[in-house]
């Protein structure tokens, strides 16, 4: 069993206006086998999260923690907490011209595990999880990502989750610009990789649409760069029925005030 | 690629001037030079340029003479180190030119002739001062000929060996024969300061490939015509690959002269610190249903590392039906290079199938490095990684697979000297 540990982080980003704090003392902990959402209005600081767990160069954390199982996450490359069980399923998934999907996938993998995979078994491997993903097979011909779809570019993502394996996953918004179809596809890729039970899940996420196919065990609300509150499934139904508006009263109020 | 920046004239010309347009310099009289010769130290991208009304106007001419002395304001010269010719523009062309030694296909006859010859100067005509004077100051040429309706038993190897860093003169000729089909390697490598004419003659059906490589030692210049005729129904595709030289000069050129041919140009270039790598192209489309396609890729590293591309497509009144897309492009791997990329389209007649051009010189992207790394790929795999699929492109067009299996390592080698 694996912990991923956030303590009291704070996170800011270089603007041309200044240094913005973003990320206010934020605390969470993820055990194997646990499905948490982060859900919270625009702004919020979700999607900052994951990119600072995953070690984006933008992000500048000021305080606080994130450890793997005791180990310090922050001083660690980009790459480094890749192979550390690390990863991060983004929101814009970039186009990479000239590198194929086979060659990116392949050598992905040969970092992470330290070694090549066996060619025969990971071949069959790839093309196991593009069918269930329901991914063309001319797609591995492809160079990453480039002219693909949004919904392409997200079944891809997910394709990259089932086949690394890693302890952490953290999904930032792979729900978004997905039709309902692709939606229950990506979602039954988390789910199947989830059900492995070696892999604790962070879903971030505006809507709760994605939450009738990904089942949370806990739900975390952001506002203004904190957890404004916590609780379990049932939160995110509350959710759906009443927005987010509650909290975005009581923080007017508080400003106001 | 990162297409941060895409480099075009006008961007080049922060001083913008009047008369000029995206579609190429149709300069206004204002800006004709009047720096009188040799007070003005000319600098790249600004310098007043004697302007040309059409690139299908430019001088030819066997003679010597017809050309005046380079000052480098003249367009086709502006981004060129004339102090780098190491005298190819001014002197006497008198040092003893690279060997030429042909192997490979046996069906394929080689013969050294005397310039009297007929086959000289059945391609091509000199388009600037540097070619005429290789022109004038050759005593005999390579001929490499294809006979008619003659398929190459295998690539045909022409190795360009340099030993001798005196300004010298080449002359090579190329004739596929009709429904002939062969391919040419010209292998550059050695000590050189070489001012040379390729004429190559692709005759009707005929099918031919003709692969430059340049691999010179580091102090080589070397400049390059490389002009071929394209006849009807013919195909033609011509691969420039440049690692090696101190400056080295392309100017390689296809001209239809029968309707039905198709043309593909390739090129890949990569700069190291203190290198000028240049390519100035033109496709004269002459006649109707004709198509070509251009692709050029650079990659620059290290101080003052230079690339120049110019791509010059002419669609004259009569070419109708004409299909044309041309693109270059180049990743700054460093601070500290320079890339100048400018396609030119010139269109006579509207009807056309297509026409079109790109440009785009980026630098290394922080966002595709962060995407890679994020799945657990070092930092120097991903750079590799990226550079190497942008280039790859252009080395898989040869069909060599020697040649491209030493390309491919020639370029890692770059990298790995790069500290990439």
């Known amino acids: 069993m694996s912990t991923l540990e956030i303590k009291d982080l704070h996170v800011s980003i270089d603007t041309e206006q200044g240094n913005k704090p973003i990320l206010k003392g934020v605390s969470l902990t993820i055990n194997t086998g646990e499905i948490h959402a982060i859900m919270g209005p625009n702004g919020s600081g979700k999607s900052t999260l994951a990119s600072t767990i995953a070690g984006h160069p933008r992000y500048t954390v000021n305080s606080g923690s994130i450890t793997l199982d005791g180990e310090d996450v922050l001083t660690m490359s980009v790459d480094e907490r890749a192979r550390a069980g690390l990863f991060l399923a983004m929101q814009y998934p970039v186009e990479v011209p000239g590198v194929t999907m086979t060659n990116f996938l392949r050598t992905a993998k040969t970092a992470l595990d330290g070694e090549a995979p066996s060619l025969r078994h990971w071949t069959k491997d790839v093309k196991a999880a593009m069918g269930q993903l329901r991914i063309d097979a001319d797609f591995a011909q492809r160079n990453v990502n480039e002219g693909f779809s949004g919904g392409e570019k997200k079944r891809v993502e997910i394709l990259q989750l089932e086949l690394f394996h890693p302890k952490f996953a953290i999904l930032d918004e792979t729900d978004s610009g997905l039709d309902v179809d692709a939606l229950k596809v990506v979602s039954e890729g988390v789910n199947r990789e989830h059900s492995k039970g070696a892999m604790g899940t962070l879903l971030i996420t505006h809507y709760t649409r994605i939450l009738r196919y990904i089942k949370p065990d806990h739900v975390h609300v952001f506002v203004d760069g904190r957890i404004a509150e916590q609780g379990g499934a049932e939160l995110a139904d509350r959710l759906e029925e009443e927005g987010y508006d509650r909290f975005m009263v009581t923080e007017t109020a508080a400003v106001q005030a | 690629m990162a297409e941060t920046t895409n480099v075009d004239e006008m961007t080049l010309n922060p001083t913008a001037i009047e008369g000029f347009s995206e579609e190429g310099e ?395």
């Open chain 2, 26 to 420: 149709s300069l206004s009289e204002l800006n004709a030079g009047t720096e009188q010769l040799g007070l003005k130290k000319h600098s790249h991208g600004n310098a007043p340029v004697i302007p040309e009304a059409s690139r299908g106007e430019r001088l030819k001419s066997y003679d010597l003479a017809d050309f005046a002395p380079l000052t480098g304001q003249e367009e086709d010269w502006r981004f060129t180190p004339l102090k780098r010719l190491r005298g190819l523009h001014t002197d006497p062309l008198t040092g003893t030119a690279p060997t030429v030694t042909v192997t490979g296909a046996s069906n394929v006859r080689t013969e050294t002739v005397e310039r009297t010859d007929s086959r000289i100067g059945s391609a091509a005509i000199p388009e600037d001062r540097v070619a005429a004077a290789a022109w004038a100051a050759v005593a005999t040429a390579t001929v490499l000929t294809i006979p008619a309706e003659t398929i190459a038993d295998s690539e045909v190897l022409v190795d360009v060996s340099g030993s001798d860093s005196a300004a010298s003169a080449q002359h090579l000729v190329i004739h596929a024969g009709r429904f002939s089909k062969a391919v040419v390697v010209l292998d550059h490598h050695g000590k050189a300061t070489l001012a040379q004419n390729v004429e190559i003659n692709v005759e009707d059906g005929a099918e031919l490939t003709v692969v430059s490589v340049q691999q010179w030692d580091d102090d080589a210049v070397h400049v390059s015509s490389q002009q071929a005729r394209i006849g009807r129904n013919a195909r033609y595709k011509h691969v420039v690959v440049t690692l090696g030289g101190d400056l080295v000069r392309l100017t390689p050129s296809s001209v239809f002269t029968g309707p039905g041919a198709e043309v593909e140009m390739y090129g890949l270039y990569f700069a190291d610190a203190g290198q000028h790598l240049e390519q100035r192209l033109l496709v004269d489309h002459a006649v109707p249903n004709c198509k070509s396609r251009v692709t050029y890729k650079g990659a620059l590293q290290g101080k003052d590392a230079h690339t120049v591309w110019v791509g010059d497509v002419l669609i004259r009144k009569a070419a109708e039906g004409t299909d044309t897309y041309e693109t270059n492009r180049n990743l700054l791997l460093t601070d500290g290079a320079r890339s100048d990329s400018v396609p030119n389209l010139e269109i006579e007649t509207g009807l056309i199938e297509g026409a079109g051009h790109a440009s785009a010189t980026g630098r290394f992207d922080d966002e595709h490095l962060f995407y890679l790394m994020a799945r657990g790929i070092p930092e120097r795999t991903a750079r590799r990684l990226v550079v190497r699929g942008f280039l790859n492109e252009v080395i898989q067009q040869i069909g060599v697979p020697s040649l491209e299996e030493r390309l491919s390592e020639a370029v890692e080698q770059e990298l790995a000297a790069g500290n990439l």
